[in-house]
Antibody
Framework: EGQLLESGGDLVQPGGSLRLSCAAS????????MSWVRQASGKGLEWVSS????????YYEDSVKGRFTISRDNSKNTLYLQLNTLRAEDTAVYYC??????????????WGQGTTVTVSS | QSVLTQPTSASGTPGQSVTISCSGG????????VYWYQQLPGTAPKLLIY???RRPSGVPDRFSGSKSGTSASLAISGLRSEDEADYYC???????????FGGGTRLTVL
């Protein structure tokens, strides 16, 4: 089934940038699409972005289009999310999740523990 | 405002049954599979139901899902204290080309 471990969360000023990473283990990474989902404190889950197993197809939630970039390095079994032009409303715990097949949507069967991004001056 | 609509809260006593609804539209639940996630306090979400009604291995058969038209439901029978959690429905939205989640339902076991 596999395991996911996020890192890279930090306190950053509005307008700043950050790169999140998600290290995968226990499964053939390139066989599965991956997603990022975030959760602001006390709020619900919000999908952010997804990427196909090979990386050629990407999908973004409207509020992050043009600011966030999802990518993956299948040789390193690692998923990334580059966050640019950060806003206070991007403050959240960011989870990476493994989908059920090479392309979404197949549900998110494995989740990481999350990494916290705080955007504040 | 979430694309999928869930009640904010639900409750029941141990042993009872409870149902959580999820209402969507023709571009999401109407044409795509529904998924349910359980989030215990302070933990990451966990897949509870996939493809409307299927359970991953390890999920008790007390949990069941169904879909009708543009709505879906999660039913929990024989409530236990450890079922106290937040429950989220989700579906792919073809118009948005992305996942949409419900706002979540907090289940309290009285």
């Amino acid at each position: 089934e596999g395991q996911l471990l996020e890192s890279g969360g930090d306190l950053v000023q509005p307008g700043g940038s950050l790169r999140l990473s998600c290290a995968a283990s226990g499964f053939t990474f390139s066989d599965y699409a991956m997603s990022w989902v975030r959760q602001a404190s006390g709020k619900g889950l919000e999908w952010v972005s997804s990427i196909s197993g090979s990386g050629e197809s990407t999908y973004y939630e409207d509020s992050v289009k043009g600011r966030f970039t999802i990518s993956r390095d299948n040789s390193k079994n690692t998923l990334y999310l580059q966050l640019n032009t950060l806003r206070a409303e991007d403050t959240a715990v960011y989870y990476c999740a493994k989908e059920g097949d090479k392309y979404p949507p197949h549900g998110m069967g494995v989740w990481g523990q999350g990494t916290t991004v705080t955007v504040s001056s | 405002q979430s694309v999928l609509t869930q009640p904010t809260s639900a409750s029941g006593t141990p042993g009872q049954s409870v149902t959580i609804s999820c209402s969507g539209g023709s571009s999401n639940i109407g044409i795509n599979y529904v998924y349910w996630y359980q989030q215990l306090p302070g933990t990451a979400p966990k897949l509870l139901i996939y493809r409307h009604s299927r359970r991953p291995s390890g999920v008790p058969d007390r949990f069941s899902g169904s879909k009708s038209g543009t709505s879906a439901s999660l039913a929990i029978s024989g409530l236990r204290s450890e079922d106290e959690a937040d429950y989220y429905c989700a579906a792919w939205d073809d118009s948005l080309s992305g996942w949409v989640f419900g706002g979540g339902t907090r289940l309290t076991v009285l």
